[in-house]
């Protein structure tokens, strides 16, 4: 079977950086084209050095990266994480970027990629969808042309981490979701129903970082990150591209309440009766994970690199 083609748009953030790692760690599966990044868990200008400071660090500087939109589609002003560190990578000893941004703007980039390769590629949303959003809204034409939309976001059956019923990346730019997850792409949905299963702890990093120095430095970061959130959030969605049958889910329809006041960035899933199986959906939503064989397979992975 032919590796999926990505574009990773994200906002780095320690569990940005493993899912980074992840993705370059699965040729065999994840061909990554390109990645995004975006304001949210940091600012732009971190966000971008940090995609950068993670490709240079596993020898991939190959990997084109793009600085997209540096704040929320409606306001001038994005909301940030305290569980990332002050530089959003656990402000933990990492290489400098030895290679330079793209020129080109994310936005562009993204219109660009998905005309080049009609149907074929995956867009695997981390942070706030405002890059993606801004792409469909300057060109709509790219939506029929995105073979699916795999993304790290929202809250359906549980509380938010942002609010009662938010969650971060779908509650910094809850436009740019409504945007996005009412375009008509097919849609796989990684929230916290089943990311917050996903969870580290200190014993499953001890071994970890004995296998090599570069993770050691990644257990470092999810060390930093996991004293707040010790949940891998982002990994979930390439581990899903790599190996569906870690994870379970239920069909339904989606939509994002967009409305700056208490249901800001509220995800509300209406699940498929069983007993009208022909009903259309326009979402799969993932609540279930093996968690021993996800983190069976995420060592695993990250000890090739």
């Not at 995956?122 to 034409?141: E, F, H, Q, R, W």
Request: hydrophobic share 45%; proline share 7%.
């Amino acid at each position: 079977m032919a590796p999926h083609k990505i574009i990773l748009d994200c906002d780095p953030g320690v569990d940005d950086a493993i899912a980074i790692l992840l993705a370059l760690a699965s040729p065999q599966e994840i061909e990554l084209l390109g990645i995004t990044t975006v304001a949210g868990n940091v600012p732009l200008e971190n966000t971008a050095r940090n995609a950068r400071r993670i490709c240079t660090l596993a020898g991939r500087q190959d990997i084109p990266v793009y600085a997209g939109c540096s704040r929320p589609m409606l306001e001038a002003e994005g909301r940030r994480s305290k569980v990332h560190g002050n530089d959003g990578l656990g402000n933990v000893t990492l290489p400098e970027p030895d290679f330079a941004l793209q020129e080109e703007h994310a936005v562009d980039y993204l219109i660009r990629a998905i005309h080049a390769a009609s149907g074929e590629i995956t867009l695997c949303p981390i942070g706030p969808m405002t890059n993606i959003a801004l792409a469909i809204v300057k060109d709509p034409s790219i939506a029929p042309k995105i073979k699916q939309l795999v993304f790290m976001g929202g809250a359906a059956f549980c509380p938010g981490n942002s609010s009662p019923v938010a969650e971060f990346n779908i509650y910094v730019d809850p436009w740019a979701a409504h945007v996005v997850l009412s375009a008509g792409i097919p849609q796989v949905m990684f929230g916290l129903d089943v990311t917050l299963q996903a969870k580290i702890n200190s014993n499953y990093l001890d071994a970890l970082q004995q296998v090599s120095p570069l993770l050691a430095s990644a257990t470092a970061m999810m060390r930093s990150y996991g004293a707040s959130d010790p949940c891998l959030h982002d990994p979930c969605v390439i581990a899903w591209l790599i190996e569906p049958s870690l994870f379970s889910g239920v069909e339904g329809d989606i939509s994002v309440s967009y409305h700056d006041d208490i249901h800001r960035g509220q995800t509300v899933v209406a699940v498929k009766p069983r007993h009208l199986a022909d009903n259309q959906t326009n979402i799969t939503v993932m609540t279930e994970v093996d968690k021993p064989r996800l983190l069976k397979m995420l060592a695993e992975r990250l000890s090739r690199l």
